[in-house]
T-cell receptor, first 114, second 114 residues
Framework: AQSVTQLDSHVSVSEGTPVLLRCNYS??????LFWYVQHPNKGLQLLLK??????LVKGINGFEAEFKKSETSFHLTKPSAHMSDAAEYFC????????????FGSGTQLTVLP | DAMVIQNPRYQVTQFGKPVTLSCSQT?????MYWYQQKSSQAPKLLFH???????NEADTPDNFQSRRPNTSFCFLDIRSPGLGDAAMYLC?????????????FGPGTRLTVL
């Protein structure tokens, strides 16, 4: 079965420093992969998606992620954190056998310190 | 702008008093989803509609029902809310045949049960 593991439940960075949120996936083939962001009391917003085209995917708000098949990873990065980046981040993969359903990672809470 | 709209944003109900949450979309997507999200957890899929075809998750309690009268609207009915049903309820949509399986989320309805 396809699954994703987010390696950190909480990450704290200082404003202006790099962000790294880690996600490993488990799949028998190269899946689609997504990163969603959720600000407090808001719905989920798609940050970026990988669909087997370019392995380096650029998203909104300066975020990007690199699909590494050899490491089964899809880590999310940003060169310089902004206070507005403080939110919950979910790594997501389509559920195997059901193209219409998603499997969510457990989430990473990003705190940005002034 | 095309979007997913949820009403109300905040709903308070009493223990055992039926409540209905509403979702509408202007994206003309075939698939609509309802998720339950409790504090500091990932969203949990309750059910989804593929056009008029209703698909229930195996572990969704019978207390939760849904209606989709047309493409644009979908309702979540909680017949007898318990304290454990207090959560954020998220509606999402997805286009038919979307290879990337991307889902578009509404802002959510925060349900409080007194």
């Amino acid at each position: 079965a396809q699954s994703v593991t987010q390696l950190d439940s909480h990450v704290s960075v200082s404003e202006g420093t790099p962000v790294l949120l880690r996600c490993n996936y488990s799949s028998s083939y190269s899946p689609s992969l997504f990163w969603y962001v959720q600000h407090p009391n808001k719905g989920l917003q798609l940050l970026l998606k990988y669909t087997s085209a370019a392995t380096l995917v650029k998203g909104i708000n300066g975020f990007e992620a690199e699909f590494k098949k050899s490491e089964t990873s899809f880590h999310l990065t940003k060169p310089s954190a902004h206070m507005s980046d403080a939110a919950e981040y979910f790594c997501v993969v389509p559920r195997i056998g059901s193209a219409r359903q998603l499997t969510f990672g457990s989430g990473t809470q990003l705190t940005v310190l002034p | 702008d095309a979007m997913v709209i949820q009403n109300p944003r905040y709903q308070v109900t009493q223990f055992g008093k039926p409540v209905t949450l509403s979702c509408s979309q202007t994206l003309n997507h075939n698939v609509m989803y309802w998720y339950q999200q409790k504090s500091s957890q990932a969203p949990k899929l309750l059910f989804h509609y593929y056009d008029k075809d209703f698909n229930n998750e195996a572990d969704t309690p019978d207390n939760f029902q849904s209606r989709r009268p047309n493409t644009s609207f979908c309702f979540l009915d909680i017949r007898s809310p318990g304290l454990g049903d207090a959560a954020m309820y998220l509606c999402a949509t997805s286009p038919q045949g979307s290879y990337s399986n991307e889902q578009f989320f509404g802002p959510g309805t925060r349900l409080t049960v007194l």
